[in-house]
């Protein structure tokens, strides 16, 4: 036969025996009191940044990242790559090393402290654009507050750097685009030049196949006189070309010398375009060479970025896990131990 188990007698039950109830408590308390002595907690310091992001560069309902020309479908899209962007910004290795050389010429207990272990000990907590939190743990409360006073500094100094050699990497991209249109209007030129000379060289081989005393019909001093227009564009002095025409009645041999002075122009203008291509290469390098700085000191940030400190009541630094709190978790774990044990002894009461 089975023993009965009732709740209300284990409730009797544990009414009676409070004092054995108690003393686990008690002793769950001491775990915790003795474990918080053994184990001391870090203690946090926090400080506040607003994060705000200009997003007027909307144009038919696209947004356009400044440098990766890349289409953005949405404010959200935008949102989030500037937000990614400047949470991974803040732990880049320039701005922990010059923190802890900061921190190092402060405080000569920094000094066996390494950028891993810096950065380990620094939090960056934010949901959203707006306030953005960023914290720094210790087991010294007075080196957790340097940390966070220093660091909070370096990110606003090096974040707002970066957001500025944004804007002139911009501007170095922009010109770089604009000696790239330039360069290829030039060999747009060049390219006309040779389709030029190609077609007066014909034309000086029609002539020169003609006898020597037959005028030159009209439809050849048409075709000449449409090469003089079309060529207005490509030479710096059409209208030398074009006074110097010769008269109906010229000779064949004139207008065999004309062409030769038309082509000879041709190529020094050819010449002259050339070497403005390779002028425009040279500076365009200079321009990339620049580009290629400030962008990588932009570290990706959008010029639409505004980061700045919230001026907050500065609170002293927190224990992470408060002694009061280790306390009464060990006193509630020493309640469940209790339980565990009744419930325990009554699966072993209960059987047959």
Known sequence: MKNEWSIQKEILYATQRWPIIFSYCIAGCLIGLLFSSLLPSPYRATRE???????????????VGELSQAPISNVDDYKNWQMSCLNSAIFTNEIIDETLSLLQEKDSRWNGVNEQELADSLHVYWRNAGKWRLVAENQDPLLAYQAITIWQIVVLEKINEAISESSQAIEMHQKNINFIQTETNKQELIYQIDHTIEKLSEMKNRISDLPDKQDIDETLRISLQTIIIQS???????????????????????????????????????????????????????????????NKKSLGLSTDLVVDGILTNQQTPQKIRP?????????FLGLIAWVFIQLLKISLSTKP
């Open 49 to 63: 940044l607003y994060v705000g992001l200009n997003i007027q560069q909307l144009s038919n309902g696209q947004f």
């Open 232 to 294: 207005n564009s490509i030479i710096s002095s059409p209208n030398l070309i074009s006074n110097e025409f010769p008269n109906i009645n010229a000779s064949k041999t004139e207008y065999m010398n004309w062409i030769n002075s038309f082509i000879q122009l041709l190529e020094s203008e050819k010449e002259n375009t050339i070497n403005e291509i390779d002028w425009l290469e040279e500076e365009r390098q200079k321009i990339l060479t620049t580009y290629n700085i400030v």
């Open 323 to 331: 002694t009061s709190l280790t306390i009464l978790v060990g006193g």
